[in-house]
């Protein structure tokens, strides 16, 4: 009972010490949640006009052709260099093709939820250093191709964590691998697996080799 006596006796003759404590506690909870909220916020604000994902309306953007129409409709003809794809089904893609591309571009795509968090830190250590490494996953990028843009901003950033997270969960990974593989730039203004063998190597896809498949893949680092 003594001490306790004599340890308030303290706090009230230096009331300056009893201040500073609680002036320094403040801070700390301050800089926590200041920094937390604005997160919050940033989030909220970004995904307040997403869509929903469904399969059946990636594959209506993933099977749409870009033509040229005269003003009565009928038809001028294909622009000459947009939009040239040929959407196949994930059945007719090569396994070598798929596995190049895994390989390439999201070499953990089987074990993460469409977001790989070790590739975002990765990315951001290697940015802060310097050097220039993508952190977006095969799934975030499938998000850019046919949810977002190409904007470089923190918004579309976020929606491309939200959609990859929700296109995993919905469609799985075949299906996903199946949309990007239709849709990823290989340069020549061509889009997809089927385009890309077909301009590059004058071949169906079932006539690819591993090496085609894998220079087709590294197309997607230097699309001209």
């Not at 301050?30 to 059946?56: C, N, R």
């Amino acid at each position: 009972m003594r001490y306790r006596n004599v340890d308030i006796e303290e706090k009230e003759a230096n009331p300056d010490a009893v201040t500073k404590g609680s002036l320094f506690r403040r801070f700390l909870v301050a800089i926590i949640l200041v920094p937390t909220a604005l997160v919050l916020g940033i989030v909220l604000m970004s995904l307040k006009d997403t869509e929903k994902i469904s399969a059946k309306d990636l594959d209506a953007k993933t099977y749409q052709i870009t033509t040229i129409n005269y003003s009565d409709g009928s038809k001028i003809s294909n622009p000459s260099n947009a939009n040239k794809k040929m959407p196949v089904p994930s059945k007719e893609i090569p396994k070598c093709m798929k596995e190049a591309i895994i390989a390439i571009e999201d070499e953990r795509y089987y074990k993460h939820p469409g977001v790989d968090f070790k590739g975002l830190v990765r990315s951001a250590l290697k940015t802060a250093l310097g050097k220039n490494q993508g952190g977006s996953t095969i799934t975030m990028q499938t998000s850019k191709m046919l949810m977002t843009s190409s904007e470089v901003s923190i918004p579309r950033k976020v929606k491309d964590i939200w959609y990859a997270f929700q296109m995993d969960k919905t469609l799985g990974k075949e299906k996903v691998l199946e949309l990007y593989l239709n849709n990823f730039p290989v340069g020549r203004g061509l889009q997809g697996v089927k385009a890309g063998a077909r301009g590059y190597f004058n071949k169906d896809l079932d006539q690819l080799t591993v090496p085609e498949a894998a220079m087709l893949a590294g197309a997607t680092k230097n699309p001209s």
